[in-house]
């Protein structure tokens, strides 16, 4: 079983900044992909960014040129950098570690960012 800490969420104005953290409690063997997902009040969980085991990078369209992640394998963690935040970029942002051997598919308990116009 792997826990996933989640950290750095908070209120931010727009166009700032903040930077996720989400480490892992031990260091899985074979990751799928590991990454940020959000959701919004009202809305369904979706996509942020990943990073699959091959190393290829996936975003959102509407994070494309504004936000960053970043895998460190020595640190079992993954980070998210989001720049240029939006009202819209507002909802709980959950952490995601996906595993093939043994399967497996881990959340984080989610962390708030609220972005105020």
């Known amino acids: 079983q792997v826990q996933l800490v989640e950290s750095g969420g908070g209120l931010v104005q727009a166009g700032g900044s903040l930077r996720l953290s989400c480490a892992a409690s031990?260091?899985?063997?074979?990751?799928?992909?590991m990454g940020w997902y959000r959701q919004a009040p009202g809305k369904q969980r979706e996509l942020v960014a990943q990073i699959l085991s091959e190393g290829t990078v996936i975003y959102a369209d509407s994070v494309k040129g504004r936000w960053t992640i970043t895998r460190d394998n020595a640190k079992n963690t993954v980070d998210l950098q989001m720049n240029s935040l939006k009202p819209e970029d507002t909802a709980v942002y959950y952490c995601r570690l996906q595993t093939n051997f043994p399967p497996g598919d881990y959340w984080g308990q989610g962390t708030q960012v609220t972005v105020s116009s």
């Open positions: 031990r260091n899985p063997f074979g990751i799928d992909a």
